[in-house]
């Protein structure tokens, strides 16, 4: 039998396959799984894939990336699938051709062009069931970023990614057109509101159920059930609500859906309420800090209660990164040095990093201390810094030693030696000198707007931060619902073009159109608007969590 799960990034596809082959495994089936843990065990297509996600290639054009997914899962298919399958066993796939057929098509290559090549790449092989792990993309967006933060991997980034959530989002519309064209083929399992266990359990009843049927498993070892599970929707009830002077409600069913989330996935209530520095978050945080201390960690940056500085000291030594990151903004002195002199040993690299925007004696030196240990941190946290001191940093890390962090150091220094050195990095480290623009308004640095838009436009969007320009507003229409990072370059932005952007994109990134108002906003209009969109989406937790910090921020409750 020849099992394929599909789905967005965030939608649990890979964890839910490694389920199904281990009920496969218990009841006595010979199991091969393509990407077990996310790794391909065929050498030649795991360096395929490092092709396509390396983003120093992000120059591969589409009709490239496409042929060199192909060649990838071709390899896959000669060297491992097959063979598997001439032993009688069962093959399971996380990510079989059809992913790239749509990602093609997410890129504007023709769909049919590219299926044909597909047919003939796999000569006709096709899994005998598909199972689709559907979930939106504000969800899809969550679930990464919680993954990225446990796994201490939320500063790399991958080549497609550079083109934003929107490719995504038409990805997943890809796949459920084709789970609607072959219904004996594929079986859509929605992955959103339900714990884990629950969502294994039902996708165990689905692929058994449905390969009984085909009679590619006994009847006897189908899972008993109906194959349906109950969904967890909390909402916020807006009956009557009106903001901001109904906010203290708001503000209690908030926090209550966040509580309810601790039975269901306490990495969702630990994740909604980073950065925010309310009573109300504190209390949970105190009663997630030993399930979720990673995210509880990460999630302390900006806070500034007394609870956050004891929460720093008991997890300082679990999680000196994070405690270290969390630091950043505050000034050289009291707690706050100490503590950064404390896990400098233990976490130089984001010591060094929450330095940034200091510039005062105390700070360059920390900074000359570290740098032998954390060169990367360092060129980090002088980041707009236009400086003699600065540069001296920069000219002791030739593009050869740490060039990816020497381009994006360079961010919103517009003078003629930051050229210089941008112009030397283009080409390999495009993506970081791109990382490293800013809102600079100079010709040169419209000149790489022009070029690179189509091929990064996540990038160039946050290029435009803050920008209230015609021709900032007209490369935002450019990139339209391509990268919600179009909404956040609007932040504080009250000009009529900003808020047309905002009306355009609010369906697509409600939460991010709300949250582009900044908290401080606390005009009738911004209030208005984020009535209507709590309104509009009450069980949006990203949406309810940036109306909640405004009221805080603005003194409403």
């Given amino acids: 039998m020849f099992i394929d799960f599909e789905g967005i990034d965030g939608s649990g596809k890979t964890t839910l396959s490694e389920v199904v082959a281990g009920r496969l495994r218990a009841l006595g089936i010979q199991v091969y799984h393509t990407r077990?843990?996310?790794e391909y065990k065929s050498r030649i297509s795991k360096s395929l894939r490092k092709?396509?996600?390396?983003?120093?290639?992000?120059g591969l054009l589409p009709w490239a990336e496409f042929l060199v997914y192909m060649a990838r899962d071709a390899q896959v298919l000669e060297e491992r699938i097959i063979p598997h399958l001439r032993e009688g066993g069962a093959v399971i796939c996380d990510r079989y051709f059809y992913s790239h057929v749509l990602l093609a098509q997410g890129r504007n290559l023709p769909f049919e062009r590219a299926r044909t090549i597909m047919e003939q790449?796999?000569?006709?092989?096709?899994?005998d069931l598909v199972v689709y792990c559907d979930v939106d993309i504000h969800t899809s967006r969550v679930r990464k970023k919680i993954a990225d933060i446990i796994e201490h991997d939320s500063g790399s980034f991958g080549r497609k990614g550079l083109s934003g959530i929107g490719l995504r989002d038409r990805m997943r519309n890809g796949f459920l057109r084709l789970a609607a064209d072959d219904p004996q083929?594929?079986?859509?399992?929605?992955n959103v509101g339900v714990t884990q266990k629950e969502i294994s359990e039902h996708v165990w009843q689905v692929v058994s159920s449905r390969l009984a049927e085909k009679g590619l498993l006994p009847a006897e070892y189908a899972a008993k059930g109906t194959g349906t599970t109950e969904k967890h929707e909390p909402r916020v009830d807006t009956a009557g609500l009106e903001l901001p002077g109904g906010g203290a409600r708001l503000v209690e069913q908030f926090y209550a859906i966040l509580d309810e989330y601790i039975s269901i996935d306490s990495r969702i209530s630990a994740y909604h309420i980073n950065g925010v520095d309310m009573p109300q978050a504190d209390r949970l945080r105190e009663k997630l800090k030993d399930q979720q201390p990673v995210l509880i960690a990460y999630g302390l940056q900006g806070v500034e209660s007394e609870t956050a500085w004891v929460l720093r000291r008991e997890l300082a030594e679990r999680e000196p990164g994070y405690v270290a990151r969390s630091l950043a903004g505050y000034p050289l002195e009291g707690e706050a040095l100490q503590m950064r002199q404390e896990l400098k040993g233990a976490a130089p690299h984001e010591v060094a990093k929450s330095l940034k925007g200091l510039d005062c004696d105390t700070s360059m030196q920390l900074r000359k201390e570290l740098f032998a240990a954390a060169p990367e941190g360092v060129l980090a946290s002088i980041r707009g810094m236009d400086t003699p001191a600065a540069w001296e940093f920069r000219d002791r890390c030739p593009k050869k030693f740490c060039p990816e962090a020497l381009a994006e150091s360079l961010g919103k220094v517009d003078s003629s030696?930051?050229?210089?050195?941008r112009?030397?990095?283009?080409?390999?480290?495009s993506p970081w000198v791109l990382r490293g623009l800013g809102p600079i308004d100079s010709e040169e640095a419209w000149k790489l707007r022009e070029e690179y838009v189509g091929l990064a436009p996540k990038l160039i969007a946050r290029t435009l931060n803050g920008m209230d320009s015609d021709r900032a507003h007209d490369m935002r229409e450019r990139i339209g619902d391509a990268a919600k990072e179009v909404l956040d370059s609007l932040k504080g932005l009250a000009s009529d073009r900003a808020w047309a952007m905002r009306e355009k994109l609010k369906g697509i990134f409600p939460s991010t159109a709300v949250s582009s108002l900044k908290k401080s906003n606390d005009s009738e209009k911004a209030w208005n608007f984020r009535h209507e969109m709590v309104v509009s989406y009450p069980g949006d937790l990203l949406l309810l969590k940036h109306v909640v910090e405004a009221l805080w921020r603005t003194g409403k409750l």
């Fill in 36 to 38: 077990e843990q996310g």
């Fill in 51 to 58: 092709v396509v996600r390396n983003p120093q290639n992000l």
């Fill in 121 to 127: 790449v796999s000569g006709g092989l096709l899994p």
């Fill in 185 to 190: 083929r594929w079986v859509v399992v929605e």
């Fill in 417 to 421: 030696k930051a050229w210089k050195v």
């Fill in 423 to 429: 112009r030397s990095l283009l080409g390999k480290y």
